[in-house]
Protein backbone atom coordinates (compact mmCIF):
# COMPACT_ATOMS: atom_id res chain seq x y z
CA UNK A 1 0.00 0.00 0.00
CA UNK A 2 3.17 2.44 0.53
CA UNK A 3 4.22 2.09 -2.51
CA UNK A 4 1.07 3.33 -4.08
CA UNK A 5 2.16 6.87 -3.33
CA UNK A 6 5.40 6.48 -4.72
CA UNK A 7 4.46 5.03 -7.64
CA UNK A 8 1.46 7.77 -8.54
CA UNK A 9 3.89 10.47 -7.66
CA UNK A 10 6.24 10.22 -11.07
CA UNK A 11 2.92 9.75 -12.88
CA UNK A 12 1.54 12.56 -11.89
CA UNK A 13 4.60 14.79 -12.63
CA UNK A 14 4.75 13.38 -15.90
CA UNK A 15 0.85 13.60 -16.55
CA UNK A 16 0.96 17.41 -15.13
CA UNK A 17 4.60 18.31 -17.24
CA UNK A 18 2.29 16.81 -19.96
CA UNK A 19 -0.67 19.03 -19.59
CA UNK A 20 1.76 22.42 -21.25
CA UNK A 21 4.18 22.99 -23.66
CA UNK A 22 7.81 22.05 -22.60
CA UNK A 23 9.01 24.82 -23.44
CA UNK A 24 12.14 24.72 -21.06
CA UNK A 25 12.97 21.35 -23.60
CA UNK A 26 12.07 23.80 -26.52
CA UNK A 27 14.78 26.35 -25.32
CA UNK A 28 17.54 23.89 -24.55
CA UNK A 29 17.18 22.31 -27.53
CA UNK A 30 17.43 25.37 -29.77
CA UNK A 31 20.32 26.47 -27.33
CA UNK A 32 22.27 23.53 -28.20
CA UNK A 33 21.02 23.79 -32.10
CA UNK A 34 22.32 26.70 -31.79
CA UNK A 35 25.53 25.47 -30.54
CA UNK A 36 26.32 22.97 -33.08
CA UNK A 37 25.41 25.69 -35.90
CA UNK A 38 28.27 27.98 -34.27
CA UNK A 39 30.67 24.50 -34.20
CA UNK A 40 30.02 24.49 -37.96
CA UNK A 41 28.11 21.73 -37.62
CA UNK A 42 25.77 22.93 -41.04
CA UNK A 43 29.08 22.61 -43.11
CA UNK A 44 30.87 19.86 -41.13
CA UNK A 45 27.93 17.31 -39.75
CA UNK A 46 25.40 18.28 -42.31
CA UNK A 47 23.14 15.03 -41.78
CA UNK A 48 23.20 15.33 -38.12
CA UNK A 49 22.20 18.99 -38.20
CA UNK A 50 19.69 18.47 -40.42
CA UNK A 51 18.14 15.47 -38.18
CA UNK A 52 18.34 17.70 -35.11
CA UNK A 53 16.87 20.61 -36.95
CA UNK A 54 14.04 18.18 -38.13
CA UNK A 55 13.67 17.19 -34.68
CA UNK A 56 13.42 20.61 -33.38
CA UNK A 57 10.65 21.25 -35.99
CA UNK A 58 8.39 18.53 -35.43
CA UNK A 59 8.67 19.49 -31.49
CA UNK A 60 6.61 23.10 -32.63
CA UNK A 61 4.61 21.24 -35.02
CA UNK A 62 3.06 18.96 -31.86
CA UNK A 63 3.00 21.82 -29.92
CA UNK A 64 0.85 23.67 -32.56
CA UNK A 65 -1.32 20.44 -32.53
CA UNK A 66 -1.05 20.42 -28.21
CA UNK A 67 0.54 16.90 -28.42
CA UNK A 68 2.39 18.20 -25.61
CA UNK A 69 4.47 14.51 -24.77
CA UNK A 70 5.65 14.40 -28.55
CA UNK A 71 6.55 18.16 -28.25
CA UNK A 72 8.60 16.78 -25.39
CA UNK A 73 9.98 13.81 -27.18
CA UNK A 74 11.14 15.16 -30.03
CA UNK A 75 12.50 18.60 -28.29
CA UNK A 76 14.68 15.92 -26.20
CA UNK A 77 15.52 14.12 -29.51
CA UNK A 78 16.13 17.68 -30.80
CA UNK A 79 18.70 18.12 -28.21
CA UNK A 80 20.48 15.16 -28.08
CA UNK A 81 20.79 15.32 -32.23
CA UNK A 82 22.34 18.53 -31.86
CA UNK A 83 24.63 17.77 -29.49
CA UNK A 84 25.70 14.83 -31.88
CA UNK A 85 26.02 17.18 -34.16
CA UNK A 86 28.51 19.46 -32.79
CA UNK A 87 30.73 16.77 -32.35
CA UNK A 88 30.64 15.09 -35.69
CA UNK A 89 31.60 19.24 -36.98
CA UNK A 90 34.46 19.08 -34.86
CA UNK A 91 35.38 15.78 -35.79
CA UNK A 92 34.01 16.97 -39.68
CA UNK A 93 36.08 19.88 -39.18
CA UNK A 94 39.57 18.11 -38.51
CA UNK A 95 39.25 15.81 -41.52
CA UNK A 96 38.67 18.76 -43.50
CA UNK A 97 41.58 20.72 -42.69
CA UNK A 98 43.48 17.47 -42.61
CA UNK A 99 42.08 16.74 -46.35
CA UNK A 100 43.10 20.51 -47.55
CA UNK A 101 46.48 20.69 -46.06
CA UNK A 102 47.30 17.58 -48.27
CA UNK A 103 45.39 18.57 -51.18
CA UNK A 104 47.44 21.91 -50.65
CA UNK A 105 50.63 20.41 -50.47
CA UNK A 106 49.91 18.12 -53.37
CA UNK A 107 49.22 21.06 -55.47
CA UNK A 108 52.42 22.88 -54.48
CA UNK A 109 54.71 20.04 -55.10
CA UNK A 110 53.08 19.89 -58.80
CA UNK A 111 53.41 23.69 -58.90
CA UNK A 112 57.05 23.75 -57.84
CA UNK A 113 57.82 20.83 -60.57
CA UNK A 114 56.32 22.84 -63.10
CA UNK A 115 57.97 25.92 -62.19
CA UNK A 116 61.35 24.21 -62.73
CA UNK A 117 60.70 22.77 -65.61
CA UNK A 118 59.87 25.66 -67.04
CA UNK A 119 62.98 27.43 -65.95
CA UNK A 120 64.99 24.61 -67.14
CA UNK A 121 63.49 24.14 -70.35
CA UNK A 122 62.69 27.42 -71.60
CA UNK A 123 64.90 27.34 -74.31
CA UNK A 124 64.11 23.94 -75.80
CA UNK A 125 60.71 24.68 -75.79
CA UNK A 126 58.25 25.79 -78.42
CA UNK A 127 56.90 28.79 -77.45
CA UNK A 128 53.33 27.60 -77.70
CA UNK A 129 53.96 24.72 -75.19
CA UNK A 130 55.81 27.14 -72.97
CA UNK A 131 53.11 30.01 -73.09
CA UNK A 132 50.36 26.93 -72.01
CA UNK A 133 52.78 25.77 -69.40
CA UNK A 134 53.05 29.61 -67.89
CA UNK A 135 49.23 29.89 -68.02
CA UNK A 136 48.93 26.76 -65.87
CA UNK A 137 51.28 27.53 -63.32
CA UNK A 138 49.95 31.38 -63.19
CA UNK A 139 46.40 29.90 -62.36
CA UNK A 140 48.11 27.03 -60.20
CA UNK A 141 49.97 29.90 -58.42
CA UNK A 142 46.90 32.34 -57.50
CA UNK A 143 44.60 28.98 -56.66
CA UNK A 144 47.33 27.90 -54.15
CA UNK A 145 47.40 31.46 -52.38
CA UNK A 146 43.79 31.47 -52.13
CA UNK A 147 43.26 28.50 -50.85
CA UNK A 148 46.32 29.12 -48.43
CA UNK A 149 44.36 32.34 -47.12
CA UNK A 150 40.82 30.02 -46.99
CA UNK A 151 42.99 27.78 -44.84
CA UNK A 152 44.16 29.99 -42.97
CA UNK A 153 40.62 31.94 -42.07
CA UNK A 154 39.66 28.16 -41.18
CA UNK A 155 37.38 28.08 -44.35
CA UNK A 156 38.70 24.25 -45.11
CA UNK A 157 35.99 23.23 -47.23
CA UNK A 158 36.44 26.54 -49.40
CA UNK A 159 40.55 25.81 -49.32
CA UNK A 160 39.88 22.12 -50.81
CA UNK A 161 37.74 23.18 -53.02
CA UNK A 162 40.12 26.14 -54.47
CA UNK A 163 43.43 23.37 -55.48
CA UNK A 164 40.60 20.70 -56.61
CA UNK A 165 41.92 19.34 -59.66
CA UNK A 166 45.14 22.02 -60.18
CA UNK A 167 47.64 19.14 -59.09
CA UNK A 168 45.97 17.11 -61.92
CA UNK A 169 45.69 19.74 -64.72
CA UNK A 170 49.79 20.58 -63.58
CA UNK A 171 50.72 16.71 -64.21
CA UNK A 172 49.00 16.71 -67.57
CA UNK A 173 51.17 19.95 -68.51
CA UNK A 174 54.17 18.12 -67.59
CA UNK A 175 53.19 15.32 -69.82
CA UNK A 176 52.50 18.04 -72.21
CA UNK A 177 56.13 19.13 -72.04
CA UNK A 178 57.28 16.03 -72.13
CA UNK A 179 55.66 14.77 -75.23
CA UNK A 180 56.09 18.25 -76.76
CA UNK A 181 60.73 17.58 -75.93
CA UNK A 182 60.06 14.00 -77.08
CA UNK A 183 58.18 15.02 -80.67
CA UNK A 184 61.35 17.67 -81.41
CA UNK A 185 63.54 16.84 -83.95
CA UNK A 186 66.83 16.05 -82.85
CA UNK A 187 69.61 18.22 -84.69
CA UNK A 188 72.29 15.45 -85.73
CA UNK A 189 75.79 16.36 -84.21
CA UNK A 190 78.85 17.94 -85.93
CA UNK A 191 81.09 16.03 -87.64
CA UNK A 192 84.59 17.03 -86.95
CA UNK A 193 87.21 17.02 -90.05
Do not use: W
Amino acid sequence: MRLAPALLLPLLLFVTACSEPPQKELDRAQGALDAARAAGAEQYATQAFAAATAALQQAHEAVAQRDYRLALTRALDAGDRAQEAAKGAADGKARARSEAEAAINGANVAHGRLKARIDSDRARLPRAELDAARQVERHADAALQKSRASLTAGDYLKAKELVKGVEQRITTQIQTLDAAEAARPVKPPKRRR
